[in-house]
């Protein structure tokens, strides 16, 4: 088997939300963050044999050394091979690592809004320069919606604030909310995503690449 350019790109994304990752049979993966704020998940076009890898960053690593690499799945290891080299890659314990739950996530969403990858990025590129450590999706009784890259606990600190504009507006209340995210958990993958947030804590990015359930700061959000 080998791995595309698009799997490879979203497997060093779930690199940085977990560094091991158990991969099951098909054509799904899966990932979820050690302190379990953030489950991914990605279609992917190859399909997959039942494995699991400590550190992926090491995985990707020696992926790289090929040009073409060749995966080939056995009982307790893979080989990857290209031209005359091949590395025999032992599979991890699943029990040594964060896994992805059973169970199927959903959620009922109170406020659907549509962020364009240009807001994204402006916003979480601004946190980082800034050194915020929030991102905001905050609304009025107007119906108007903006996401603001900030500190929550910190009145006096730098803010960037984008509008979105009306047609990115899906359903949104008719009071003030704040719905309250902590930066590191938005490792998500730059692209346009239909955002769905409960009041409950939960939220859904659903992208063209990939589909992330993200942590509400619950304690530092207001919806009512």
């Given amino acids: 088997m080998k791995i595309s350019n698009e799997t490879i790109a979203v497997l ?29 998940s990605a279609v992917v076009a190859e399909t997959f044999e039942d ?16 040009n073409e690499p060749e995966l080939k799945f056995g009982s307790a290891w893979m080989t990857i091979k290209d031209g005359n080299s091949t590395v025999k890659y032992v599979y991890a314990d699943p029990n040594t690592i964060v896994t992805v739950p059973e169970r199927e996530l959903e959620i009922d969403a109170d406020i659907k809004v549509i962020i364009k990858k240009e807001n994204l990025q402006k916003a979480i590129k601004a946190a980082n320069v800034l050194g915020l450590p929030n991102i905001v999706i905050s609304g009025d009784e107007q119906g108007d919606v903006e996401i603001l890259a900030t500190d929550v606990k910190n009145s006096t600190s730098n803010e960037i604030a984008l509008a ?6 899906v359903t949104v209340p008719d009071h003030r909310f704040s719905m309250v995210f902590r930066l590191d958990n938005l490792k998500i993958i730059q692209d346009d995503y239909v955002v769905g947030i409960s009041q409950s804590g939960i939220s ?15 304690s530092e959000s207001k919806f009512n």
């Fill in 12 to 40: 060093q994304n779930f690199a940085t939300i977990n560094n091991g990752l158990q991969v099951k049979a098909g054509n799904v993966l899966q990932t979820i963050s050690p302190g379990k704020t953030v489950v991914a």
């Fill in 51 to 66: 494995f699991c890898v400590y550190d992926l960053s090491q995985f990707l690593g020696t992926m790289s050394l090929f």
């Fill in 164 to 169: 979105l504009a009306d047609e990115d507006v």
């Fill in 204 to 218: 859904e990015f659903v992208g063209n690449t990939a589909r992330y359930f993200v942590a509400v700061e619950q």
